[in-house]
């Protein structure tokens, strides 16, 4: 993702091609000035935010064929909106981040250390 800068300060590294992610569909989550709802934080979405996110009117894991969307699932990775996780995080809903993978324009809406709390480890 050459000239895409994560919230680290380092490239973008991509989210997630299975399911195919990003506001581009390009399975990352960069920004490149239209996106109007900054699908910027790289997430494992948990049952809870899936929840919280469908009860704030924005149905994730409900599959719509007509849009090639499968539904998520809780561990899929996901470009989720900067604000909508912001929102998750003030609700105690927010899920697990991916740094390397999270576009740093998400820092227009939360901190770095409210997204390093919640940054995703991969089990050892």
């Known amino acids: 993702m050459s000239g895409q800068t994560n919230v680290l300060g380092g490239e973008l590294e991509p989210c997630s091609v299975d399911p195919l992610t990003g506001y581009y569909r390009t399975g990352c989550c960069e920004q490149r ?8 934080v790289c997430c494992r979405v948990t049952e809870e935010f899936l929840e919280f996110s469908r009860a704030s009117g924005n149905d994730l894991s409900t599959p719509m064929p007509q849009y090639g969307f499968a539904g998520l699932r809780p561990g899929d990775r996901w470009c989720v909106c900067a604000p909508r ?15 390397e993978a999270t576009h740093v324009s998400a820092l227009e809406f939360v901190s770095l250390d409210d997204l390093r709390r919640h940054q995703w480890r991969d089990p050892a």
Do not use: I, M, T, Y
């Open 85 to 99: 996780w912001a929102e998750a995080l003030e609700a105690g809903a927010a899920c697990p981040v991916v740094l």
């Open 33 to 40: 000035g239209d996106d109007a709802g900054f699908h910027v």
